[in-house]
């Protein structure tokens, strides 16, 4: 099913959950809403599935107003964060629930539901489980008890609340694969909610980054790692050392790094922001290169890489670099070394909420 | 917000309905009792009120309920503190059965409670013999009307004070104790205050209780009138002899008691919601 | 809990019996007598049919006081408790003349000729104002708890109001229902004060257990009131029983998530 957001605004006692939120989702599309809590992901998601209703605004399913449907007609399977199974009903009720309370002619009979039931609970590889209780399920088991209902009653789209948030953190990776896996065999469309970076960009075909109430940024996983479009964005996909400069007249100065910021060709003197990836940043030996120099504060082995902190100025800022560029360099605590980003992105100061700061079709890029 | 379309709320009319029935039940079944009492009693006028209250029978009915209570509420308060202690702070053989005992006064009948002392300390009781030989009453005396009023009222502080104690666990006392606090020093410094508004919630309705005891009080008093009768007693007393006025003016007495219990209590659950809220 | 109560019943009944005196026999002949059996039926079904009726009552004014919202609703709130509060004569006294034919409702209830007041029907009424809040009060705060992820999951399935109710919400709070129905039947079938002066206490009609025992004391038949009171006890005992099961079944159920 198609879905068209337009315009929803929202708030709750005088605080504003939604503001101008709009967004058109594919068919069979899988859509991830991330963000901190708070950022109104959640709420967009509710009113989405017409748990909740907006104050102003419509939700469009394929092109038809569904803004005052109420949540039984729309048919919508939502999975709720900590999963609401029915306690006092074995796992084969629960997931025959939809079905069961169903009236008037899609009414089916009780063999058509063991049937479905028990196809649903081969699906989610709960075959065996059936006559057990939800206290009697491990974390993951209730998740897939949880999917199995919603998709019961053949819901046109599925709605996900956090649905690895309180899992740990294994379990978490097998299921994110599973959901995938099942999405790309149902084709049905889906959107999740979740704060997870990680889990929105290896799970979602499309990644919508929100933040109080807005939508910062929409795009695949791809677009949204590489070109963040905004410093909210930047910051909350990972990690990335955000670093106090000056722009004027196209360049952009870091301590006592210059480099070239040609989208601010125009701007006179402002102060701003600059975000590097730690893997961005590339490090040389005192006279083998160019860049700034910097002090190596500190210094981790993360496995296959290795983190170093070092001080540029006044200014503290992340590199990582692999096991064998470490070996080369032997750095040590203390010692000077040339910096240089591979990549950088600016943001004015002064502008700074909002998407309207820099075109995100053109990053800026310096080789060495 | 849409009220019409959330889905956890039922339709207008349903709501109405049973905000309706909820209203009557209330009205008939709680409000109405009240506004009677106070009716009933002011019937005749305020004078007539007044000198029902200050009539000598009914002035001695007052008093014996304010000795009987200011020796109840003490004694349970600190029964009550200790049984709670040792059930909510310790693990030990036959807690469960203390905790039954506390409840065993709940579930019994008051009569029975009353009937129990009258078997063991009554003339033809156990005990009543040797009391008689030595002098001693206790059936159809205060020590009876003491001693059924504290087997009533035994569970209040404790029941009171049992989950909050349980709730509050050891952590902060163990603390206390590694800091070098003595066992009073704990109590009174660490669990005492903890615990503050259930335990005077507790003496509040262990105090309603004391005061408003009949059926128990009623089985071992011998209703002598201006001696061993308590304020209920003696509204049974006047209304069995039809005087209203006077019967209702002592219960009217009675019911300003539970209604400061009631507000009183009310104030108390704000006061600890907002301990719980800072 | 259970073992518990065995050794702290059975004592107190054997006291009953030893102090009393009495052979198997005769005890059959005091705490069975017809005047007496008439007392238990209607003090076991005085109290059912209270319960039962505080069941539906207590439920009603308990979702009323969680769920919606109206003016002085916290004053009602406190009010509930007041049959906790009041002492029970005074309860006895202004139920009686508020139901006596000449009282507010009596005279209502008569006029459809209903005699409320010196019936069994008066002995309900006093049951009723005694039990209500110990529905309202042990299913208000599991009402107050339920998670409306479980309602918005039915109703996101399809389900009606009523179908999330009977489905979803009844469930949850059947064990409480079920604690509050046993303690209001407690109380009521032990209940003296606010019965009896409603109860006209007429031989075998309106003539509650409790008032039996206080009867027997009254002519000096210990041995009598001690029969009595040793099935009442034991009634107690039974209904402490199911009050503690309810709230284990209560506690496995809530146990899992």
């Not at chain 1, 006692?13 to 939604?18: D, I, N, R, T, V």
């Not at chain 2, 009693?41 to 007539?48: P, T, Y």
């Not at chain 2, 104790?177 to 005492?192: D, E, I, P, Y």
């Not at chain 2, 262990?206 to 009138?225: D, L, Q, T, W």
Request: include cysteine; charge should be neutral; proline fraction near 5%.
């Amino acid at each position: 099913m198609m879905i068209d957001i337009r315009n929803v605004h929202k708030t709750f006692g005088g605080f504003p959950a939604l503001s101008d939120v709009s967004l058109k989702i594919k068919e069979g599309e899988l859509v991830a809403l991330l963000g901190p809590s708070g950022s109104g992901k959640t709420s967009l998601l509710r009113i989405l599935a017409g748990l909740e209703f907006p104050d102003s605004g419509q939700v469009l399913f394929d092109g038809g107003d569904a803004t005052n449907v109420s949540v039984r007609d729309r048919r919508v399977g939502f999975v709720f964060q900590h999963y609401a199974l029915f306690r006092h009903m074995t796992v084969f009720d629960n997931v025959a629930f939809g079905l069961t309370v169903r009236r008037g002619p899609g009414r089916l009979s009780k063999e058509e539901i063991g049937d479905r039931v028990r196809h649903l609970l081969e699906m989610v590889q709960l075959g065996g489980l059936a006559e057990r209780y939800p206290s009697q399920l491990s974390g993951g088991q209730r998740q897939r008890v949880a999917l199995a209902r919603a998709l019961a009653i053949q819901p046109k789209v599925l709605l996900l609340d956090e649905p690895f948030g309180a899992l740990d953190a294994r379990v978490r990776k097998e299921l994110r694969r599973w959901l995938r896996n099942l999405h790309d065999e149902l084709k049905i469309t889906g959107v999740f909610v979740t704060h997870d970076q990680e889990e929105a960009l290896d799970v979602a075909d499309r990644v919508v980054v929100m933040n109080k109430g807005r939508i910062e940024q929409a795009g695949t996983p791809t677009q949204i790692y590489d070109s963040p479009a905004t410093p909210f964005v930047y910051q909350f996909l990972g990690n990335v050392n955000s670093l106090e400069c000056h722009i004027r007249d196209g360049v952009a100065q870091i301590g006592s790094l210059t480099l070239p910021a040609s989208a601010y060709a125009g701007v006179q003197e402002a102060a701003g922001l600059a975000f590097v990836r730690p893997h961005d940043l590339l490090l040389s030996k005192m006279g083998e290169g160019a860049g700034a120099q910097a002090e190596v504060r500190h210094i981790s082995i993360l496995g296959p890489l290795v983190r170093v902190e070092l001080l540029l100025g006044e200014q503290v800022l992340e590199a990582e670099i692999s096991r064998q560029r470490h070996a080369e360099l032997g750095l040590k605590i203390g010692q000077q070394v040339l910096i240089w980003p591979r990549q950088a992105r600016f943001f004015l100061r002064d502008s700074w909420q909002g998407t309207s700061l820099l075109d995100p079709e053109t990053p800026i890029d310096h080789a060495i | 917000m849409s009220t019409r379309l959330n889905p956890l709320l039922e339709s207008r009319a349903v709501r109405i309905g049973l905000t309706l029935v909820a209203a009557i039940i209330l009205l008939l079944f709680l409000f109405a009792p009240l506004v009677v009492v106070f009716g009933e009693a002011l019937s005749k006028g305020l004078g007539a009120y007044l000198d029902a209250l200050t009539e000598p029978d009914t002035l001695s009915s007052i008093w014996l309920t304010l000795v009987v209570a200011a020796i109840c509420v003490p004694v349970n308060l600190v029964f009550g503190i200790c049984a709670a202690w040792c059930v909510a702070k310790f693990d030990f053989r036959g807690k469960s059965l203390l905790t039954t005992i506390i409840d065993l006064p709940f579930s019994v009948s008051p009569v029975i409670a009353g009937l129990i002392y009258v078997l063991v300390f009554g003339l033809q009781g156990w005990l009543g013999p040797w009391l008689r030989d030595h002098g001693i009453h206790i059936i159809f005396a205060l020590p009876g009307i003491v001693l059924a009023t504290l087997f009533i009222t035994f569970p209040f502080v404790a029941r009171e004070l049992i989950p909050l104690m349980e709730e509050q666990g050891t952590e902060a006392e163990e603390a206390a104790v590694s800091l070098g606090a003595n066992g009073w020093q704990v109590f009174r410094r660490v669990t005492l205050p903890n615990v503050k508004w259930g335990l005077l919630y507790g003496v509040l309705l262990c105090n309603a209780r004391a005061m408003g005891e009949f059926g128990a009080v009623s089985v071992v008093s011998g209703h002598i009138r201006g001696r061993t009768t308590t304020m209920p007693l003696q509204v049974e007393i006047l209304y069995n002899e039809y005087n209203m006025v006077a019967a209702f003016a002592v219960a009217s007495l009675l019911a300003m008691l539970a209604l400061v219990t009631l507000a009183v209590k009310t104030f108390f659950e704000w006061r600890y919601a907002k301990e719980l809220a800072a | 809990m259970f073992a518990a109560a065995l050794i702290v019943l059975v004592p107190i009944s054997a006291l009953f019996l030893r102090s009393a005196g009495l052979t198997w026999d005769q005890f059959i002949a005091a705490a069975f007598s017809p005047r007496v059996m008439a007392s238990y039926r209607l003090s076991f079904g005085g109290a059912l049919i209270a319960a039962v009726f505080n069941v539906i009552a207590g439920l009603i004014v308990a979702w009323v006081l969680v769920r919606y919202d109206f003016p002085f609703r916290k004053l009602v709130d406190a009010l509930v408790d007041l049959p906790f509060a009041l002492p029970t004569a005074v309860a006895g006294v202004a139920l009686t003349a508020l139901y006596a034919p000449k009282g507010v409702l009596g005279k209502a209830l008569l006029s459809i000729g209903i005699k409320a007041a010196f019936t069994p029907l008066g002995v309900v009424l006093a049951m009723i104002f005694i039990g209500l809040p110990f529905v309202v009060r042990t299913v208000q705060p599991v009402l107050q708890d339920l998670e409306d992820e479980h309602e918005e999951a039915a109703v996101s399935l399809g389900a009606d109001r009523w179908q999330v109710f009977t489905y979803v919400i009844l469930p949850s709070i059947l064990p409480a229902l079920v604690t509050g129905f046993a303690l209001a039947f407690a109380r009521a079938l032990g209940e003296y004060g606010s019965v009896i002066f409603i109860a006209g206490n007429m031989p075998g009609v309106s003539e509650i257990a409790p008032l039996m025992i206080v009867t027997k004391l009254e002519q000096y038949d210990y041995a009598g009131a001690s029969a009595i009171a040793t099935v009442m006890l034991v009634a107690a005992f039974a209904m402490l029983l199911v009050i503690n099961s309810a709230q284990k079944w209560h506690q496995t159920r809530l146990a899992g998530r």
